[in-house]
């Protein structure tokens, strides 16, 4: 047997790293030393217990008992972490299940709440804190994907700006894949539950999008069981527009030539089947959480800085201006915008306007995330 690790979630720890299923179907988490994390990786499908063996004598000169690569691959097999028969199967039952009716609320009576009238009083509250907005519809719209009551008055802005704005018949919703997918980017056909009935999703025109791109649109559907950046825009637009239909559609790479590719297709779509881009879409990532260390005054500049000037960029037009200024400099605030941004590049059209900008902070982590709203009209 050789035995292939599935992609998963790992993140460090003081104990370790941690692992988990990006998905999901295994609730199991295993905390792995680093010697155990790098033997991990070493399962390819291209290799067994013995090749292993051979690998790390071959590299450091000492002999690892096959005992302990079998224990290893035992307990990765007992998780579901390895890309076995078995594994395989939940997962496709797990995909059966969950293409079987509309994508329910993963946050509800966590982020937002799930009964009607309480979600349309959520909304006033938002509504209380929005700052001034141009009184005129938008053309399109960058909002946040963060934790909602963590920045009331940026999410405030964005739904002053749709209130002011007609229904469109379609709304793409760009987000931000947070889980692994299969290509550049993905898609669900799927309708979305929200406090105040059902989304329709637009399935006919993700059907001609696919038809333009050079990879397989319709991958991963279970990505988007748990993935805010689609499922906050989704519950908020209900309310805004409710007879709009969507087009859910995830970025989950920052390569520039899959990113133009993208961009094309979704302008070849938008000019036979008209829709309203809206970006959902977060900013910098900075402190503890995300490996700089804790968060102090010249970082936090640093965030707001690249932040500002990276939505004052997309509002003028400057989508590729905006992704070479970040990739030059190796995202290191990782803002990730970088993918979606350049993707609407060809989509996003008129005068933008930055309405609102907050770096928000996560005293308990150390750690401080930027969200902003940016109209354009």
Do not use: C
């Amino acid at each position: 047997m050789k035995p292939k690790l599935r992609t998963l979630d790992v993140q460090p720890s003081p104990e370790g790293y941690l692992l988990r299923d990006p998905y999901g179907v295994s609730d199991q988490v295993l905390v792995l030393s680093p010697e155990a994390m790098y033997l991990a990786t070493l399962l390819d499908g291209t290799r067994d217990a013995t090749d292993i063996q051979a690998l790390v004598l071959k590299q450091s000169g000492s002999v690892l008992p096959r005992e302990k690569i079998e224990e290893l691959i035992e307990a990765l097999a007992r998780a579901g972490f390895l890309e076995d028969e078995q594994t395989q199967k939940k997962l496709a039952e797990a995909e059966r299940s969950f293409l079987s009716r509309p994508r329910p609320m993963a946050l509800a009576g966590q982020s937002y709440p799930r009964e009607a009238e309480a979600f349309r009083a959520h909304l006033k509250a938002f509504e209380a804190f929005a700052p001034e907005v141009p009184e005129a519809p938008l053309k399109g719209l960058l909002m946040p994907h963060l934790e909602p009551r963590r920045v009331p008055e940026v999410y405030g802005a964005a739904f002053k700006a749709l209130a002011l704005t007609p229904a469109p018949e379609r709304t793409l919703i760009l987000g931000v894949a947070h889980r692994p997918i299969g290509a550049p980017a993905a898609t669900l056909a799927l309708d979305f539950e929200t406090p105040l009935g059902t989304l329709k999703a637009d399935v006919e025109a993700l059907t001609a999008l696919d038809a333009l791109l050079g990879f397989e649109l319709f991958n991963t559907p279970l990505a988007f069981r748990e993935e805010h950046s689609v499922e906050f825009p989704a519950v908020y637009l209900k309310a805004y527009w409710p007879k709009t239909r969507i087009l859910p559609v995830i970025v989950g790479s920052d390569d520039e030539t899959a990113l133009r590719e993208l961009a094309e297709a979704l302008a070849l779509l938008k000019r036979d089947r008209p829709y309203f881009p809206l970006l959902s879409v977060d900013l910098s990532h900075v402190g503890g959480r995300f490996g700089h260390g804790g968060i102090e005054a010249t970082l936090k500049a640093d965030a707001e800085r690249t932040d500002r000037a990276y939505l004052e960029a997309l509002a003028r037009g400057d989508h590729g201006g905006a992704y070479q200024a970040l990739a030059a400099r190796g995202n290191r605030t990782f803002i990730d915008a970088m993918g979606p941004g350049l993707a609407a590049s060809r989509v996003l059209e008129g005068e933008g306007r930055v309405l609102a900008y907050r770096l928000s902070p996560e005293i308990e982590t150390l750690s401080a995330v930027g969200a902003g709203t940016v109209g354009w009209y």
